[in-house]
T-cell receptor, first 111, second 116 residues
Framework: GESVGLHLPTLSVQEGDNSIINCAYSNSASDYFIWYKQESGKGPQFIIDIRSNMDKRQGQRVTVLLNKTVKHLSLQIAATQPGDSAVYFCAENTGGFKTIFGAGTRLFVKA | GAGVSQSPSNKVTEKGKDVELRCDPISGHTALYWYRQSLGQGLEFLIYFQGNSAPDKSGLPSDRFSAERTGGSVSTLTIQRTQQEDSAVYLC??????????????FGDGTRLSIL
């Protein structure tokens, strides 16, 4: 399939280690944040979201942290697996329909 | 369950030809979005529909690009007189989002457009 994000920031981790992907968002008025995973040749897939009245939310093997003071969002993946290799996008939303996507980070998982 | 469906999955055409890309959103999703993704780039917003109306067309790159949505469901993105710089993956997404309602977008796998 077509490669996505050849020139994106890259994070390389060993299988089984924890991964942390960081994102700085732009708009202090944003009140909803989403992480997406995009595998080669596929569309972005929703992973987890968080609203601005929270600073942490956990899913299955994933945790999103939100620091509104410094406009920073992170995605933590526990026990990273080869299937987690993909490009990860953060996205912010200021109410309703308009969503702004970050540039993306490529995650490589070494077996 | 059925996700967002896009067709064709791949399209190769000659410069100067018109192309039409189709998106079939998740049933019941009132919001529909079109994005463009070039190799090595993030998502470039093109247009947004709420129902059949397009309150935000700000991302359309030129007047060669147009989109419509009928019946609050299927949408088509049309590119007239295609240029080589139009080559990209065109992604469609839908959601339950509305004004003041935050919901994630659900994406199709895109149409890979190549202009020769």
């Amino acid at each position: 399939g077509e490669s996505v994000g050849l020139h994106l920031p890259t994070l390389s981790v060993q299988e089984g280690d924890n991964s942390i992907i960081n994102c700085a968002y732009s708009n202090s008025a944003s009140d909803y944040f989403i992480w997406y995973k995009q595998e080669s040749g596929k569309g972005p897939q929703f992973i987890i979201d968080i609203r601005s009245n929270m600073d942490k939310r956990q899913g299955q093997r994933v945790t999103v942290l939100l620091n509104k003071t410094v406009k920073h969002l992170s995605l933590q993946i526990a026990a990273t697996q080869p299937g987690d290799s993909a490009v990860y996008f953060c996205a912010e939303n200021t109410g309703g329909f308009k969503t702004i996507f970050g540039a993306g980070t490529r995650l490589f998982v070494k077996a | 369950g059925a996700g967002v469906s896009q067709s064709p999955s791949n399209k190769v055409t000659e410069k100067g030809k018109d192309v039409e890309l189709r998106c079939d959103p998740i049933s019941g999703h009132t919001a529909l979005y079109w994005y463009r993704q070039s190799l090595g780039q993030g998502l470039e917003f093109l247009i947004y529909f709420q129902g059949n109306s397009a309150p935000d067309k700000s991302g359309l790159p030129s007047d060669r690009f147009s989109a419509e949505r009928t019946g609050g469901s299927v949408s088509t993105l049309t590119i007239q007189r295609t240029q080589q710089e139009d080559s990209a993956v065109y992604l469609c997404a839908s959601s339950l989002a509305g004004q003041g309602i935050n919901q994630p977008q659900h994406f199709g796998d895109g149409t890979r457009l190549s202009i020769l």
